[in-house]
C-alpha cells in the first residue's frame, strides 16, 4: 500500500530533550515535507526536501532541523524542544514526475507532540 | 509567511444541503488544492487546479480557480453525514515550492 509512515503517533517529551520524529515514503517520491497544525492557524509549513541533500526553509523552520540522506526518510528533528512547538505534526510527499504536479500530494496521519 | 483567508471558519448545516466555502489571497498562485482532513488523520487531497476560470469535480465536491487567481471555492452537493471533516485549501505560487494553507472550514452535518 503507497503511504506516508510517521511515528511516533504520540510523544510527550520535556524541555530541552533532543528528539527526532521519523518520516517514510514507499512511493519513490522526489518531494517531502513537514508541517504542524495548530488551532485556527491552519497548516505551516516547516522544511522541505526537493530530492536526496536538497532541503529548504518553509515558513516555520526556527527550532527545527531535517536531513534527506535516502530518498525514502526525511526526519524531523528537534534539537532542544520548548514548549511552544506542542503541535501535530505531518510529512507529506509528492513525485515531481507529476505534471503539473502538486506538492502535498499524500500526507502521514501525524505526529502529536506535547512538549512540558 | 503568506496565509490564505478561508471562509466560513465553520458550518452546521442539515444533511441534503449544498455547502460553498472560499479562500482568498492578496497574491496571484498557479495552482489552488482542496483538502478533507478527518479527526485523528491528515489532509486527504481532493481536488487539484491549476488553470485560472478551471472547474473541476470529484463527485459532489466541485472546485473553481478564480479568474483573478488569487480565490478558489469548494462546492459539496447533497450534503451526507461522512462530509464532516475539516476543508483546507492550499496554494502554490508560480516558481515557488511551498504550499500555504488557510486555516480550514469545519463542517458538520447533522442527519
Known amino acids: 500500500e503507497a503511504q506516508v509512515t510517521q511515528n511516533p503517533r504520540y510523544l510527550i517529551t520535556v524541555t530541552g530533550k533532543k528528539l527526532t520524529v521519523t518520516c517514510s515514503q514507499n512511493?519513490?517520491?522526489?518531494?517531502m515535507s513537514w508541517y504542524r497544525q495548530d488551532p485556527g492557524l491552519g497548516l505551516r509549513q516547516i522544511y522541505y526536501?526537493?530530492?536526496?541533500?536538497?532541503?529548504d526553509k518553509g515558513d516555520v523552520p526556527e527550532g527545527y532541523k531535517v536531513s534527506r540522506k535516502e530518498k525514502r526518510n526525511f526526519p524531523l528533528i528537534l534539537e532542544s524542544p520548548s514548549p511552544n512547538q506542542t503541535s501535530l505534526y505531518f510529512c507529506?510527499?509528492?513525485?515531481?514526475?507529476?505534471?503539473?504536479?502538486?506538492?502535498?500530494?499524500?500526507f502521514g496521519s501525524g505526529t502529536r507532540l506535547t512538549v512540558v | 509567511g503568506q496565509q490564505l483567508n478561508q471562509s466560513p471558519q465553520s458550518m452546521f448545516i442539515q444533511e441534503g444541503e449544498d455547502v460553498s466555502m472560499n479562500c482568498t489571497s492578496s497574491?496571484?498562485?498557479?495552482?489552488w488544492l482542496w483538502y478533507k482532513q478527518e479527526p485523528g488523520e491528515g489532509p486527504v487531497l481532493l481536488i487539484a487546479?491549476?488553470?485560472?476560470?478551471e472547474l473541476t469535480s470529484n463527485g459532489r465536491l466541485t472546485a473553481q480557480f478564480g479568474i483573478t487567481r488569487k480565490d478558489s471555492f469548494l462546492n459539496i452537493s447533497a450534503s451526507i453525514p461522512s462530509d464532516v471533516g475539516i476543508y483546507f485549501c492550499?496554494?502554490?505560487?508560480?516558481?515557488?515550492?511551498?504550499?500555504?494553507f488557510g486555516k480550514g472550514t469545519k463542517l458538520t452535518v447533522n442527519p
Open positions: 497574491s496571484i498562485f498557479n495552482t
Open positions: 492550499a496554494g502554490r505560487q508560480g516558481g515557488s515550492e511551498k504550499l500555504v
Open positions: 507529506a510527499s509528492s513525485s515531481r514526475d507529476r505534471t503539473p504536479w502538486v506538492p502535498g500530494y499524500t
Open positions: 487546479l491549476y488553470k485560472a476560470g
Open positions: 526536501s526537493m530530492n536526496v541533500e536538497v532541503t
Open positions: 512511493m519513490n517520491h522526489e518531494y
